[in-house]
């Protein structure tokens, strides 16, 4: 069993060379690669105009967070449990990987998280406005949230969990914004960032789709093209392409394009509930490879007939999710 590491690579599209940093072990090298994942379960409550905690109808302090039943259906998703899939019975991202990199993978090649450690909820409490609720839009109680604010809770928080491990935090209902254009647009369309590892909504995302989403992408894109990491500038990044919404990208994102298309989640069913994870872009779809190949000759994974061409290319770029 290897160690939580990244794997180098590249590869070549119209003469121009594009270096990748992901997480896992080299693929023509074979073996494992185990990634120690925690799960750590975020409350908000919410002070008024006063600093004074706002109360439920009950008496008690308002308060939004994911129950301990959604915390352990995640905890026992196809993200860390094996399912069946048309390349292999192994975890969901795992099944991404092996399809990506099919044609060269070596011996029991595996890039696997490991049973989460689970913590207590953490109870943050958000100051006056720093959250919008948005009655008109979610049927439940849900909130606008403020980027820079939720952020710097967050880098808090992770200062205290070991640097090698993958940290995933579960909200509910809440919807992150970033300037008053994506309040105005999150109060009004509950558009905005529903996850990130530094995405807009959709009626096919359902219980772990989101999560799903970030945690590929966390393993395929784990610097988000940043110049600070070895092989930078320019890591991780692809080139360009138009996105699902009509704008142009250049990151390594695997979840970006299909969270825009219709059926874009995969219906899994274990232990008698049905999650629906969200597919993904190969890698050969980034590299306009034709034609592919990944498993069975695909762009898109688990559903293999979701793409039928690599991405299209674009003449101007916008930021990543």
Known sequence: ???FIHALGSFTTDGVVYPFIMLGGNPTQGGITRIHTEIIPLEFQF??????????????????GPSAEIVQLAAESPLFQDAKYSIDTTQFTDAIQQASFFPVKGRNWHTLLTDPKVHKPVRIAVPFGKAFTQPEVIKTFAICLEFDFL???????LQSLPLNHLALFLSLDT?????IAELLACTKDAAGTVGFHTVVGFPDFEDIAFLAH???EAVNDPFIGTSNVPGGPFTNFVPEYMNALGGCQHTLETGDFIEGLPKSSFPVTLNNFTYHPQNEQLIQWFSREVPSSAFQGAYSYPDTSLLSSPSTPCSSSVASN
Request: proline letters at 3%; charged letters at 20%.
């Open 47 to 64: 002070l008024d105009v006063n600093g004074e905690l706002i109360l439920d109808v009950d008496g008690t302090p308002l308060t939004l």
């Open 151 to 157: 952020g710097s809770q967050l880098v808090s928080i």
């Open 175 to 179: 919807v992150v914004y970033d300037g």
């Open 1 to 3: 069993m290897s160690k």
């Open 214 to 216: 970030e945690v590929v």
